[in-house]
């Protein structure tokens, strides 16, 4: 049983670009959320999909958006990027209707640099 | 979001207990605890969580004050593979939303 993959594991980008990363999650979860790291702390939520639609979401600029398709993947794009937005990208699954009694799945991440 | 305050760091050996210390002292009567832990290179893993009662499953224990305003996680036997960052996060039981919200955690070393 596959847990949540993301892809790609490493991507290089410059300034002004715009950046997809996508992710598929555990086999029989509905639920994606999407979460920044910085070097040296801790993952901060970004948003989270369930149904196709955005329950919630963190305090990210509006560059910062995200889609959830029929399948339960997801991706997350980010328009003109800044060097800071350099960071590991993490993707979590979980199924809604066992909140909060089971876990979320992470993913190892996507690791964006921009140059 | 309720808070959790962590030790920065702590340093273990092999095979020794290791307790690792959380307060969360506003926290609320629906506010879960749990633990999630960060190997070098990947992304958080579970480890456990509890609501009121001490809590043990196949990687640690998870010991609740009565008061519930902290908490402690136990690993019974140190092993290399447990260095990592440990996060304590609460989340409520009621609000709907499955957000962690992480703070910087504790860094493990185990020493051989």
């Known amino acids: 049983d596959a847990g949540v993959t993301q892809s790609p594991t490493h991507l290089i980008k410059t300034r002004g670009q715009q950046v997809t990363l996508r992710c598929s999650p555990k086999?029989?979860?509905?639920?994606v959320s999407w979460y920044q790291q910085a070097l040296g702390q801790g993952p901060q939520f970004i948003f989270q999909?369930?149904?196709?639609?955005?329950?919630q979401r963190g305090n990210f600029p509006d560059r910062f958006s995200g889609h959830q398709f029929p399948n339960y993947s997801s991706e997350l794009n980010v328009n003109a990027l800044l060097l800071g937005d350099s960071a590991l990208y993490l993707c979590?699954?979980?199924?809604?209707?066992?909140?909060?009694?089971?876990?979320?799945?992470f993913g190892d991440g996507t690791r964006l640099s921009i140059l | 979001d309720a808070k959790t305050t962590q030790p920065n760091s702590m340093e273990s050996n092999e095979e020794e207990p290791v307790h690792l210390p959380c307060n969360h002292s506003?926290?609320?009567?629906?506010?879960?605890i749990h633990w999630y832990r960060q190997l070098p290179s990947q992304g958080p893993e579970y480890v456990i969580h509890?609501?009121?009662s001490n809590v043990n499953n196949r990687m640690a224990s998870l010991a609740i004050a009565e008061d519930r305003k902290s908490s402690t996680l136990i690993l019974h036997r140190a092993t290399l593979r447990d260095a990592a960052v440990y996060y304590c996060?609460?989340?409520?039981?009621?609000?709907?939303?499955?957000?962690?919200?992480f703070g910087k955690g504790t860094k493990l070393t185990v020493n051989p």
């Open positions: 979590a699954s979980s199924l809604s209707r066992s909140y909060p009694n089971q876990p979320q799945h």
């Open positions: 086999s029989g979860h509905d639920t």
């Open positions: 999909y369930y149904e196709e639609e955005e329950r």
């Open positions: 506003t926290i609320s009567g629906t506010d879960y």
């Open positions: 509890g609501l009121t």
């Open positions: 996060i609460l989340i409520n039981g009621q609000g709907g939303s499955e957000k962690l919200v």
